[in-house]
């Protein structure tokens, strides 16, 4: 049951994390978003409210422990505790190895890894003591195979699906409920393309996705069917492609 949950999203801004709040809220969800950009946070809480929905927002960077605690603070001062977190930022600043932009290396692993491991840190003492909660997070294809341009993109994409699974498994171990899900998403419209600064890898991909892409509310949709699901059931891997791409 997806109504009166109270739901932790980060990278709420814009494309995946924007849709999936928006479809969570119009069917009775209390979501809490995080990002930075304020003002795209603050329009969506107002969307959200004008439809009838209830929203509040923080401000935080993943990357920062006590930004998303405080994320994860504010829902249970706002909405009185805390059911699911959907760890979805990410950047793809996607280029070869070889032209070793280890910075974006490093912000890579920074957001797409640990701020999912700062996301489960945030949750998972009230999870464990309600014997209760739901951990969702953006994945991507290449985190279950290899695309060229993607070595550290995919690395980090491989490591969330992995600790995803690893916490299902000592949740059961430890009869503590807490479900798990991973999404891999393949090529949806969103912002996400503006992270990449390699020219060639950016034209490359401008064309792909112009061609196959589909849009972000596929993936809500997804992560929607995951969150009502009965407390006993963890529906918890997802790809999610367009027709179009092989
Ligand atoms: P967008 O660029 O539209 O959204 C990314 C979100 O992450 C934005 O809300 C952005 O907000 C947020 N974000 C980035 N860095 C940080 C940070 N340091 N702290 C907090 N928030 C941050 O792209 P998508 O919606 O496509 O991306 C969502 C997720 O989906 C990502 O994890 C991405 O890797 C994954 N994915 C996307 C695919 C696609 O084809 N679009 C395919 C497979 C996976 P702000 O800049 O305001 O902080």
Request: overall charge negative; aromatic content about 4%.
């Given at each position: 049951m997806i109504k009166d949950k109270v739901i932790v999203i980060t990278g709420a801004s814009s494309g995946i994390g924007e849709a999936s709040a928006k479809l969570l809220a119009a069917n009775g969800a209390r979501v809490v978003l995080g990002a930075r950009r304020e003002n795209r946070l603050q329009a969506l809480v107002s969307t959200i409210e004008a439809a009838g929905g209830q929203a509040a927002y923080r401000v935080t960077d993943v990357t920062k422990a006590t930004d998303v605690q405080a994320l994860v603070d504010l829902a249970k001062t706002k909405f009185?505790?805390?059911?699911?977190?959907?760890n979805n930022a990410g950047i793809m600043p996607t280029s070869p190895i070889s032209a070793l932009h280890t910075q974006e290396w490093n912000d890579m692993i920074d957001i797409n890894l640990k701020g999912v491991l700062n996301g489960v840190a945030a949750v998972m003492p009230d999870f464990t003591k309600q014997k209760h909660g739901q951990i969702i997070t953006t994945s991507s294809v290449a985190g279950i195979k290899s695309f060229t341009g993607a070595g550290v993109y995919g690395a980090t994409k491989f490591a969330v699906r992995n600790l995803m699974e690893v916490i299902r498994m000592e949740s059961a171990e430890e009869g503590t409920n807490i479900r798990t899900a991973s999404l891999y998403p393949a090529?949806?419209?969103?912002?996400?393309?503006?992270?990449?600064?390699d020219k060639a890898a950016k034209d490359g991909m401008e064309q792909f996705y112009a061609q196959v892409g589909i849009t972000p509310d596929a993936v809500a949709r997804v992560v929607n069917f995951a969150v009502d699901q009965?407390?006993?059931?963890n529906v918890n891997e997802f790809t999610i492609y367009p027709t179009k791409q092989e």
């Open positions: 009185g505790g805390i059911d699911v977190i959907f090529a949806i419209n969103t912002e996400l393309l503006n992270t990449i600064t009965p407390e006993d059931v």
